[in-house]
């Protein structure tokens, strides 16, 4: 009988899927039709159990497109990607690889970027994301997205908002809760950290953790690093204190993709307990920078079509 990977990527009813440590389940991948995009939700705290992020604003209704951990992109050939009050959608079209392991687990998958009007997407996103367990419960997603356009180039037009966002839960905010939004130099706060570069932004506050009684509370929170091979490395980003947080590769100019050159994405989430360790977050980055990319390939091995590989 076949021993059990620690890390397992599970798909369940209603076009969801698991991504698991030793059983325990960390996030899970939302893609049915109910939502104008697919999102990450929930992501949970190492030690609390509960979800560092949320779905939706915390005080205000028009915000129900801030969805835990998405993609989306405010202007797309002037088409809104962002927000969910425009036929504009973004589904995922396949799955391709479900790959469980010891070390790590990944999934890759294939989504589209529709108008809404042409059946036809006009940008094929994919995506493989890959979960890897650190010590006491800690973990990262690397997030490795490749845009390619149906048409010979397209343009992402210059916005504050896209790709990849961070809807932090209320309790972590430093608005609405007591959490603390802190850049790659130490700096911290929304005033001083809006539109600035920086290799990585962390999000960490107060949790309650899952199921205690008394309640109990822990300081966790998620660290956000753009990669040193992305177009705008190091990202000048958009922060709130209300609770969110995106790396913004369009903020001063558009970035043209072509079926030669498509986009290519790279960020990492670091799920951590205690408030962010500066030290600790310098060496992921500094690590995370040697590591070899991965790509989807032709599997060799049965009963099976596509795997993951590192290049």
């Known amino acids: ?41 929930p992501l949970n705290g190492p030690r609390s159990g509960s979800s560092l992020t949320r779905m939706g604003h915390p005080g205000a209704p028009d915000h129900a497109h801030h969805r835990s951990v998405w993609f989306a992109h405010q202007k797309l050939l002037g088409i809104n990607f962002w927000s969910d009050q425009t036929d504009a959608r973004i589904r995922q079209q396949e799955w391709l690889v479900y790959q ?30 890959i979960l890897r367990p650190l010590d006491d419960g800690e973990y990262t997603l ?18 504050n908002f896209g790709f990849l966002a961070v809807r932090m839960t209320k309790s972590i905010s430093a608005h609405f809760g007591g959490g603390h939004l ?12 809006f539109g600035q570069p920086s290799p990585w932004m962390d999000y960490s506050g107060p949790i ?6 008394p309640r109990t509370v822990v300081t966790e929170g998620i660290t956000y690093f753009d990669h040193h091979l992305n177009v705008s490395y190091p990202s000048k980003w958009h922060v709130r ?17 072509t079926k030669q050159e498509p986009l290519r994405l790279r960020y990492r989430l670091h799920v951590h307990h205690g408030p962010v360790d500066l030290t600790q977050a310098t060496e992921i980055a500094a690590s995370w920078a040697e590591e070899p990319d991965y790509r989807i390939v032709r599997a060799t091995q049965p009963h099976q079509y596509f795997q993951i590989e590192r290049i």
Request: glycine share 8%; net charge negative; with cysteine.
């Open 182 to 193: 802190t850049g790659s130099d130490g700096t911290t706060g929304e005033p001083d950290l």
């Open 1 to 41: 009988m076949s021993e059990i990977s620690r890390c397992e990527i599970v798909p369940l009813p209603e076009q969801q899927t698991s991504f698991r440590i030793d059983g325990r389940e960390v996030t899970r991948w939302h893609y049915g039709p109910w939502s104008p995009k697919p999102c990450f939700f």
């Open 100 to 129: 469980d392991g010891d070390p790590e687990a990944a999934m890759a998958v294939k989504l589209g970027w529709y108008d809404g009007h042409d059946p036809q997407p006009l940008i094929d996103q994919e995506l493989i994301a």
């Open 241 to 257: 204190e209300d609770g969110w947080m995106g790396a913004s590769p369009c903020r001063d100019r558009a970035i043209i993709a």
């Open 142 to 159: 690397d997030l490795h997205s490749t845009f390619t356009p149906r048409a010979e180039q397209i343009e992402f037009q210059q916005t």
């Open 208 to 213: 309650s953790v899952d199921n205690t009684s």
